[in-house]
Nanobody
Framework: QVHLVESGGGSVQVGESLRLSCEVS????????LAWFLQVPGKWRSFLAA????????YYPGSVRGRFTISKDNVQNTIYLQIDSLKPEDTAVYYC???????????????????????WGQGTQVTVSS
C-alpha cells in the first residue's frame, strides 16, 4: 500500500502563493496516478489536479484552470501543488491521493473523483484571510 504525507499548509493572505507537498512511500508506485483534492467542511472532496508518476502527464478538471499546478519530483518521491493568487474560498483541507489503476484514457475524460483513488494522506489545512 502507498503511504502519503502532505505538508506545506498554513495561514496565508489573499493573493499570496503556496506550495503543498506530498511525500509518497510504500510499495512500488511506478504506474500510479497521484492527485490533489480539497475539502471544505460539509462538502465532498473536490478534484483539483492529477499527475501520472511515470510520464508526468498532468490532468485538471474543466472547472479548475490557471491557479493550480501539479508537479512531481521522482528523486524526492514527492508531488506538489502550487496554488497562486489565493482566495478566501480556497480555505480547505488539501489531500493527496494515489490511484493504482491509472489510465491516460480515463484521466482524459475529466471524470475523476475521490472514488477513483485507493490511498489518501491525512490532509493539510490551508486558511486564506483578507
Amino acid at each position: 500500500q502507498v503511504h502519503l504525507v502532505e505538508s506545506g499548509g498554513g495561514s496565508v493572505q489573499v493573493g499570496e502563493s503556496l506550495r503543498l507537498s506530498c511525500e509518497v512511500s510504500g510499495q512500488t508506485f511506478d504506474d500510479y496516478g497521484l492527485a490533489w483534492f480539497l475539502q471544505v467542511p460539509g462538502k465532498w472532496r473536490s478534484f483539483l489536479a492529477a499527475i501520472s508518476w511515470n510520464e508526468g502527464r498532468t490532468y485538471y478538471p474543466g472547472s479548475v484552470r490557471g491557479r493550480f499546478t501539479i508537479s512531481k519530483d521522482n528523486v524526492q518521491n514527492t508531488i506538489y501543488l502550487q496554488i497562486d493568487s489565493l482566495k478566501p474560498e480556497d480555505t480547505a483541507v488539501y489531500y493527496c491521493a494515489a490511484d493504482a489503476d491509472y489510465s491516460d484514457g480515463y484521466y482524459r475524460e475529466d471524470l475523476l473523483d475521490d472514488g477513483d483513488f485507493d490511498s489518501w494522506g491525512q490532509g493539510t489545512q490551508v486558511t486564506v484571510s483578507s
